[in-house]
């Protein structure tokens, strides 16, 4: 009888079959397991949107528990983080229960009420028009200007009859301060009380002016998107008219609807000058106020400054004390739509950080080589930092790095897309865009990388060796001896132009392409007119200075001034030249007359491009100004030539003696013992002009030739001013008065 055959796993006289299928089944094993522990890790990591909704939830409790700084800081981080996850259907509701937690600090709940007009979610407008509304209560006027903005950044129609509302709200139903004084003069404390209520209501009348002014940009920004001006009633906003206290709100937004019985009601005016002061410094003159690090935002209604108290700075942000610090704060900018802010801060152990709408940034051994850069849109935010001996640049938030040097500029595309700056490692210098590095060279050249007016295209002149050469949207260019100009784009972004050397000879590129070489080619040159088509240059040849003008070579002269100008619509061009010891306007290949010298920096075309004027000098004693090549009167001086933008009006300053006066269309206005440099301002419709003058040791603004409010010497008062973007009839301007700095509002009808 034959051995049976020892049974085994492993047979060799026939295919593995068991084996295979074994293997098959351990392999799904480790797939499913390794699938179930990656799905449990899903479910299991750390949700962010939860944990910025716990720290709120736990630094707000009930209402007996105060906020202190820290708190405030952690909740208001948490507002801007949850900001960036609206579309997680948790959020919403959380801005809704937090916009009505009465017991929350003013700065949580602003915070909360700003990033609402960043949701842009319909379910928050019932919460914020009730915040609009409760200005009548008397709730903090900060929070119920917020929540008009953010009314107009949802743009939600059903909100206008509540912002007419509060528009056309009285005097006395938001000013109450009647019931803190005594009635009887003979109580304790009477006059004391009465400065109180005085203060007090002047503060509540500035606070809800500028509330109005918001409810205004409000109303623009729903109509833009659903035309509400022409169903809107406008009798109650014409009722305002008869108040001293609220008609220059009224009759300007009544201008701004453009509507016809608006027209009509607002004719009904007679001319006035409504001056309003909002005091943003209480204490100029005191110790602990450092005026260096005043800043205005760009739209001149917001102000930030440093103040010390027991050895400690803080930042005062529109009237409210931001957090103390041990060591030293300061370097204050505003974004461009003047809605964030940002500031340096040193510790008492010398480390620093950025401020960022409140919120602080991670601390490094040294910021700065180039200062803190907004974006033009104002939501990106890049600023450069050393940690152990290196750099890094910091672009919204995130660290690019680390580099053992920096250039020193920075630079956002027009666009805000994208951003890049000059680095080097070692001996060797790039650029980098957006976090890309480019290639390594000896040096990057003036001006780092610029970007085109749309932002699609860039270029930045490097050295390799001794040669040099442009970099083109990425490409390298021609090597030459030297790149004599910073390239420039024209305003269409079509076109690219610089200067360079090769040998004894200049020329300029365009587009890649050499031009004509010559013996040398003016500083600052080429320039491209406004439209892009044309470009002008200045050459030398046997000494004699040319002026070429798309392509073609203009007259010879001795000199020709490194400043020449295209007009706005780009068919004229002007430039200053000499003949021997003469000057003289060439304007579109016409010489003017003859002159001993013509003011550097004064000739000006104006806005329409079918006028132009300038100051020349006679004798070297009188200065005079030519419009159209009419010469003016005769003054000692002449500064701050300008025309309206409408082009019809010029106005200037002159000297007189020890006087000076402005000169507004050919007629003298009152002369003044000094006049605030580079003051004068038209506004929109060349209407109204205004600049800044001094008489005795008093500083005033003079609107359409009469004397505003008087301020004293140590101020500029126009240094910030300007007519306002909605209304050619509003002006914003600076003034001191006493140990008060004012941010002034005139209106006039």
């Known amino acids: 009888m034959a051995k049976e055959k020892t049974k085994s796993f492993f047979r060799y006289d026939k295919p593995p079959q068991k084996l295979i299928l074994f293997a098959l089944g351990f392999q799904r094993l480790f797939f499913i397991i390794v699938f179930t ?123 206008v009859p509540d912002l007419i509302e509060v528009f056309v709200v009285k005097k006395e139903e938001v000013s109450d301060w009647e019931k803190i004084v005594p009635h009887y003069p003979n109580e304790p404390n009477y006059e004391s009380l009465r400065e109180q209520k005085r203060q007090q209501t002047q503060e509540i009348i500035e606070a809800y002016s500028a509330i109005r002014n ?25 009722e305002l008219l008869k108040d001293s206290w609220s008609s220059y709100e009224a009759a300007n937004l009544l201008e701004i609807m453009k509507d016809k019985r608006a027209k009509d009601v607002v004719q009904e005016i007679s001319p006035k000058r409504f001056v309003y002061e909002k005091r943003i410094v209480q204490n100029i003159t005191s110790p602990f106020f450092y005026p260096k690090t005043l800043a205005i935002s760009p739209n001149g209604t917001r102000f930030a400054y440093v103040e010390t108290d027991d ?14 610090y041990d060591g030293r704060a300061g370097n204050i900018i505003f974004s461009p739509d003047s809605r964030r802010f940002v500031y340096l801060v040193q510790t008492a152990i010398k ?61 956002f595309s027009p666009d805000s897309k994208r951003f890049a700056y000059v680095a080097g490692i070692g001996n060797k210098r790039f650029v980098v865009v957006e976090g890309k590095k480019g290639k390594l060279y000896d040096n990057i050249g003036k001006g780092g990388l610029i970007f085109s007016p749309d932002g699609k295209r860039t270029v930045y002149s490097a050295r390799i060796g001794n040669k040099y050469l442009v970099v083109v949207d990425g490409k390298e ?79 010879q002269y001795d000199d020709i001034a490194s400043t020449f100008l295209f007009s706005p619509d780009s068919k004229r061009l002007a430039y200053i030249a000499r003949r021997g010891n003469k000057q003289t306007l060439v304007v579109d290949g016409k010489e003017g007359k003859l002159y001993d010298g013509i003011l550097k920096d004064t000739f000006v075309f104006s806005p329409d491009s079918k006028r132009f004027a300038y100051a020349a000098r006679e004798s070297y004693k009188y200065a005079f100004v030519v419009i159209d090549d009419i010469e003016q009167k005769r003054y000692d001086g002449i500064a701050n030539l300008i025309f309206s933008p409408n082009g019809n ?67 500029m008062i126009s240094k910030e001013a300007s007519f306002s973007a909605n209304s050619s009839n509003m002006l914003h301007y600076l003034g001191l008065k006493g140990s008060s700095l004012y941010l002034v509002e005139e209106t006039i009808k």
Request: glycine content about 8%; overall charge negative; charged content about 30%.
């Open 649 to 715: 009006r010029v106005a200037y300053m002159a000297k007189l003696g020890d006087k000076r006066v402005v000169v507004i269309d050919g007629k003298d206005n009152k002369l003044y013992d000094d006049l605030v440099q580079s003051s004068i301002i038209f506004s929109a419709d060349g209407k109204h002009v205004s600049y800044g003058a001094k008489s005795g040791d008093k500083w005033f603004m003079v609107l359409d030739g009469k004397e505003g409010i008087s301020y004293d010497e140590s101020i």
């Open 311 to 324: 050895n400690k700075d803080f930042v005062v942000l529109d009237g409210i004390n931001g957090k103390p």
């Open 37 to 159: 522990a990656f799905f449990i890790h899903l479910a299991c990591r750390e949700d962010p949107v939860g944990k910025y909704i716990a720290t709120l939830q736990e630094n707000i409790k009930h209402p007996l528990d105060r906020l202190d700084l820290n708190k405030e800081f952690l909740c208001i981080d948490a507002i801007e983080k949850l900001t960036s996850h609206a579309d997680d259907p948790r959020v919403v509701p959380v801005f809704i229960d937090l916009l009505k937690h009465s017991w929350a600090s003013y700065r949580v709940k602003n915070s909360a009420i700003i990033a609402s007009g960043y949701i842009k979610d319909l379910r928050l407008v019932p919460s914020l028009v009730s915040w609009v509304k409760s200005v009548k209560l008397g709730h903090n006027p900060t929070n119920c200007k917020s929540a008009v903005w953010a009314l107009g950044e949802i743009g939600d129609p059903s909100a």
């Open 351 to 411: 480390k620093f950080f950025i401020v960022v709408d409140g919120i602080e940034k991670k601390k490094y051994d040294g910021i700065g080589g180039v200062s803190p850069l907004f974006s033009p849109d104002s939501k990106r935010l890049a600023y450069a930092a050393f940690e152990k001996n290196k750099w890094y640049f910091i672009v919204d938030d995130k660290e690019e790095g680390p580099y053992d040097n920096l250039g020193d500029t920075l630079t």
């Open 477 to 555: 260019e021609k090597l030459y001896d030297r790149i004599l100009s910073v390239p420039t784009f024209s305003q269409d972004s079509k076109q690219l132009a610089y200067s360079a050397r090769d040998g004894n000879k200049s020329f300029i590129v365009v587009n890649g392409k050499e031009e004509k070489a010559y013996d040398s080619i003016g500083e600052d040159t080429p320039i491209f007119s406004p439209d892009g088509k044309r470009i002008a240059y200045v050459i030398v040849v046997d000494d004699k200075w040319i002026v070429v003008v798309d392509g073609k070579e203009g007259k």
């Open 214 to 238: 918001e409810i205004i940009n409000a109303l623009i920004k729903i109509d833009k998107k659903h035309d509400i001006f022409p169903l809107a009633d406008i009798t109650p906003i014409a």
